[in-house]
């Protein structure tokens, strides 16, 4: 077996390696989740309620959340936030809705506390986050 030559590697869907490497690597994910994203835009042109669904189920938290609770946070802080805002405007696209902030502040709690459950991402990161010694 032959050693690589280059630091740069991804164990189970992190990146490890140099900030050219891992920032390269969260914006590739974000575009994979992008390209699912603006699916759901089509789908919810004709039925709304089944696009909010699979973007709050399969397109949305649980895209990106694996990167945000194991990666530094200076390398996925403004990707994490850029694709909050796709998601965002992927809501206000599917349902004909838009939001204002205070709304959307409501919206992002969960369904249990009267909200529709839209996470935000760089709240799960700022919980649990390699340089705060949740994962390492």
């Known amino acids: 077996m032959k ?19 891992c920032a390269k ?21 004709k039925d709304p309620q089944v696009a909010y669904l699979l973007l709050h189920f399969c397109g949305s938290f649980c895209k990106m959340v694996h990167l945000a609770r194991s990666t530094l946070p200076s390398l996925v802080a403004e990707v994490l936030s850029i694709f909050y ?5 992927c809501f206000t696209e599917c349902t004909s809705v838009d939001v204002s902030n205070v709304a959307w502040q409501q919206a992002q709690l969960s369904p249990s506390r009267g909200g529709l459950g839209p996470q935000s991402l760089l ?8 340089s705060r010694g949740g994962l390492g």
């Open 3 to 21: 050693r690589p030559s280059t630091p740069n590697l991804e164990v189970l869907g992190r990146p490890i390696g140099d900030i050219i490497f």
């Open 123 to 130: 709240h799960q990161q700022a919980q649990l986050s390699p």
């Open 25 to 45: 690597f969260v914006a590739n994910q974000r575009a994979k989740a992008c390209a699912l994203i603006s699916r759901l835009q089509q789908v919810g042109s």
């Open 85 to 89: 805002l796709d998601i965002c405007c």
